[in-house]
């Protein structure tokens, strides 16, 4: 066993399946001689060469556009970007082009796209967001959100050997906080698809994925200290394809649930989920289905515009007290 | 530059009766192929256009009439194993790919054989085998995807080469712009065709660049521009080879400009009234099939009878093509909900369609 943080067992996952899988390459702005603007592939262009590390100009349709072609021709290609607010630069080529090619042409596209994603770094508006919701409207993408360090290693794992083009949010908070002590052999993989319990609970359920786990959990111990609730938590990893089964069976265990994301309200994840409890699971609940998320803003930069915008732990136990009294 | 080179000797008068050298390295046998993939492109349109005006198209027609030589002559500059993709307007470049009329009506009348099982509409499909990639809507797009596929050649030290195809339109985006950058940069085997037909949609070339010409673009990406006839099909077989054979021997990308001319609307229900009638009159005159043919008749190189024999075959080949498109079934309703992803293969119904 080692400890690991969340940033070294993401890049031990790519590693591994870089060493397994000569199929395997990576792409992206500054990921070869700097090694990611993170670092998260530090030392790998020394040890795969030029042809596996990719330096790209600055340019994330070509990144996005260059690992469909190479995938569709067997390849399994990881574009990294920078920062994940830069997808949007490739929400032509991830939405138009690579999300239907399966459907409408018969055309594999088992490309990996990552990126630090999230706020609470004081980063701004273009290097803060979360543009899960912008991807799940579509058809075609999976979407995962490791929280752990045991997750971040066996997702990416997941990912680069998924026959379907997965999107990989990295939460940035997370890279360095959080740490894990990983078996050193075996194959570590976390199935895409299946939520996790982090913590086990009777009263009320909190369903929620990426950095928010780590909030929730600190709100549930909060609430059992304070309140005696027994608050379970429910960490999604996989947005798309949603885990259902998860969500209603902690919905029958608890009969009250809130979601909690980072992501800004309107439109946001905790809309449709709340919209899958309503049409599969309304008998069971026994209170309405509450949200935290951030405000509908630009994520700001000044601390205390961020801070106030975002979700916090007080702002989760305040909205599970008010659940909790139905 | 002319006027200080040394004197030409005059060619030498071919002996009478005998035919003159055909050029670029081509035979006899290839000559007739290209006559065959273009005769084919336009008869092949003009039966779509017949069922299309019997409604039998779903959605729209898109011709290529006048541009055929565009297509058929590049290519034919590709050996089997290369990869090319197509825009709206290269039925003929996906014909010599291999790509079959029976397919093009299939695709056309959305039927369940289609090579998309009627998922998407006209000449929007690939093979890999065969070496074609099918285009979306999104122009520029496929510069990209084919730098990505180039990519893969190399990285697997496989001897192909790429082809795309973009408009004189396409060449504004910023996927066209960021693919060409990537591959330019990289040295990959790509070929870029921008056909230059004067349109885009309803838009003159000349709002759609100030460059006075595209080819001028080429030199912002540190790459070769070569400008051709795009109406004469042996001289577009000749500057895309010379492209295609400096892609495979590690040379890079070649930008090639092809000007022609768009004689139909931008689709079929497109009446064109934006394009001054004299200027496709004028066009009309440069038609690619009947230049191709003055100048097989002129040298000697296939005869009539031969290019009849041809035509009679294409005409067959449709025949039995149109008769069993036409007879098959749109797809299976509940066939909509495979195939998104590889896993899970079949999205649940929604709950009220469940039967």
């Known amino acids: ?326 | 530059m002319a006027s200080r080179a040394p004197a030409a000797a005059p060619p030498l008068a071919p002996a009478p009766g005998a035919a003159p050298p055909i050029p670029a390295g081509l035979g006899r046998a290839q000559l007739a192929d290209i006559y065959y993939y273009l005769r084919l492109t336009r008869s092949l349109e003009e039966r779509l256009t017949n069922l299309y005006r019997q409604s039998k198209v779903i959605g729209g027609l898109f011709r290529s009439l006048g541009q055929e030589a565009d297509s058929v002559g590049s290519a034919y500059a590709l050996e089997k194993r290369d990869f090319l993709s197509p825009l709206i307007r290269n039925l003929g470049s996906m014909l010599v790919k291999g790509a079959t009329p029976l397919q093009i009506f299939r695709q056309y009348m959305a039927k369940a054989e289609s090579p998309t099982r009627g998922r998407e509409l006209n000449i929007h499909f690939g093979d890999l085998e065969k070496g074609y990639l099918g285009q979306i809507s999104h122009l520029g797009d496929m510069v990209p995807v084919l730098a990505g596929v180039a990519l893969s050649f190399r990285m697997r030290r496989e001897d192909r080469v790429c082809l795309v195809y973009v408009g004189d339109g396409a060449t504004s985006t910023g996927a066209f712009h960021e693919g060409i950058n990537f591959a330019a940069v990289q040295r990959l085997p790509l070929v870029c065709i921008v056909e230059n037909n004067g349109w885009a949609y309803s838009t003159r070339t000349s709002k759609q660049t100030a460059v006075r010409l595209l080819v001028e673009k080429a030199a912002g990406y540190g790459v070769p521009g070569v400008r051709a006839d795009g109406n004469d099909v042996l001289a577009v077989y000749e500057v895309t080879k010379r492209a295609v054979d400096h892609a495979r021997n590690g040379g890079g990308v070649t930008l090639i400009e092809l000007v022609t001319y768009r004689r139909k609307g931008h689709a079929e229900h497109d009446a064109q009234g934006y394009q001054p009638k004299d200027e496709i009159a004028e066009w009309e005159k440069h038609d690619p099939i009947e230049r191709y043919e003055r100048q097989l008749d002129e040298t000697g190189w296939m005869s009539r009878a031969e290019r009849d024999a041809i035509q009679e075959r294409i005409a067959a080949e449709l025949d039995e093509a149109v008769t069993v498109a036409e007879n098959e079934p749109f797809p299976a309703p509940e066939s909509a909900l495979e195939g998104v992803y590889g896993e899970p293969a079949r999205i649940a119904p929604l709950w009220y369609r469940e039967s």
């Open chain 1, 1 to 326: 066993m080692a400890e690991v943080t969340f940033l070294e067992a993401l890049r031990e996952g790519l590693r591994e399946e870089l060493l397994r899988d000569e199929r395997v390459f990576i792409l992206g702005e500054d990921v070869g001689a700097y090694g990611g603007a993170f670092k998260v592939t530090e030392g790998f262009l020394k040890e795969f060469g030029e042809s596996r590390v990719i330096d790209t100009p600055i340019a994330e349709a070509a990144i996005v556009g260059a690992a469909a072609g190479a995938a569709h021709m067997g390849l399994r290609p990881v574009a990294e970007m920078q920062f994940i607010d830069f997808i949007s630069c490739a929400y032509d080529m991830l939405t138009n082009y690579v999300a239907t090619a399966r459907y409408r042409a018969g055309l594999p596209t088992p490309i990996v796209v990552r990126g630090p994603s999230g706020g609470y770094v004081r980063g701004g508006p273009f290097h803060s967001q979360n543009p899960e919701a912008a991807f799940l409207h579509t058809p075609g993408l999976k979407i995962v959100c490791p929280a752990t360090a045991s997750d971040a290693k066996g997702l990416i794992k997941a990912a680069i050997r998924d026959d379907d083009p997965v999107l990989y949010f990295e939460h940035k908070y997370l890279y360095r906080r959080i740490k894990e002590n990983l078996p050193d052999e075996g194959d570590l993989i976390t199935p895409i698809g299946k939520a996790r319990t982090a913590r086990e609970g009777k009263d009320l359920s909190i369903i929620t994925y990426s950095a928010m786990v780590w909030k929730s959990l600190e709100a549930a111990e909060q609430l059992e200290k304070e309140d005696g609730l027994g608050v379970e938590v429910i960490d999604l990893r996989t947005l798309l394809p949603m885990d259902d089964e998860a969500i209603f069976a902690t919905v029958r265990k608890t009969n009250k649930v809130m979601i909690v994301h980072e992501d800004t309200r309107t439109g946001g994840i905790a809309g449709e989920i709340t919209a899958r409890i309503n049409e599969s699971a309304f008998e069971w609940l026994d209170g309405p289905v509450l949200r935290v998320t951030a405000a509908d803003v630009p994520l700001p930069y000044a601390p205390t515009l961020e801070d106030y915008v975002l979700p916090q732990t007080a702002d989760v136990v305040a909205v599970a007290r008010r659940l909790a009294a139905y």
